[in-house]
């Protein structure tokens, strides 16, 4: 069974994929994919410097990925060309990892987990059998960014505007995990709907 991870930013995306890592699913994750295709080097690293300029690179040569992000999402139109040069990339990865599992599962209640941040909106719900919305509060949202990330409300806002409304993402779900408490609530949360998984995979 092949599970896509999805939500908003700032929800807990990754920490959903690292319990159920801990849970016995095999997990896959765009955001780790994103960095390989942007490692130093490789073609899309290449595109985007010569699309963005040296001004996004860190002092080792990599691409900061935090200063990408800011003039993306201050920018739809720098946000699209970004996404021209990696998603192909990263959807053809994610394509190969997921035919890989299916040819070879290991054992019928063998589950992979595929977190994928925009999946909906790249339509790749049609490569999971289930699609798992981690949802939360925009103020909990805002709350995070802030805290975590060093940007402003407004920033945050700007990001979480530029994505799929929560509502959407929810309403198109098979199964859905909020996230506003403690991690504690979250992995009860997480364990309940891994326990649903399993029984449905014994059926």
């Known amino acids: 069974m092949i599970i896509g991870i999805t939500g908003g930013i700032g929800t807990g995306k990754s920490t959903v994929l690292k319990i159920l890592a801990e849970l016995g699913a095999r997990t896959l994750s765009a955001d780790d994919i994103a960095r390989e295709v942007l490692a130093k080097g490789e073609p899309a690293y290449r595109e985007v410097l010569a699309h963005f300029g040296s001004a996004v690179l860190a002092a080792g040569g990599q691409i900061d990925r935090q200063v990408l992000a800011g003039i993306i999402f201050a920018d739809p139109e720098a946000r699209h060309d970004l996404d021209t040069i ?60 802030t805290s975590r990330g060093g940007i402003s409300r407004d920033e945050a806002l700007r990001r979480i505007g530029s994505q799929m409304s929560m509502t959407d993402k ?34």
């Open 86 to 145: 990696t998603h192909p990339r990263i959807i053809a990865k994610i394509n190969r990892a997921i035919r890989a599992f299916r040819d070879e599962p290991g054992s019928e209640s063998s589950v992979l987990v595929v977190e994928i941040p925009l999946l909906m909106e790249c339509g790749m719900e049609s490569i999971v059998d289930e699609v798992i919305v981690v949802a939360a509060e925009q103020e909990t949202q805002i709350r995070r960014l």
């Open 170 to 203: 929810v309403r198109r779900a098979d199964r859905v995990i909020r996230n506003d408490s403690d991690m504690q609530s979250l992995r009860e949360s997480v364990e309940a709907v891994w326990r649903e998984i399993l029984l449905l995979l014994h059926e």
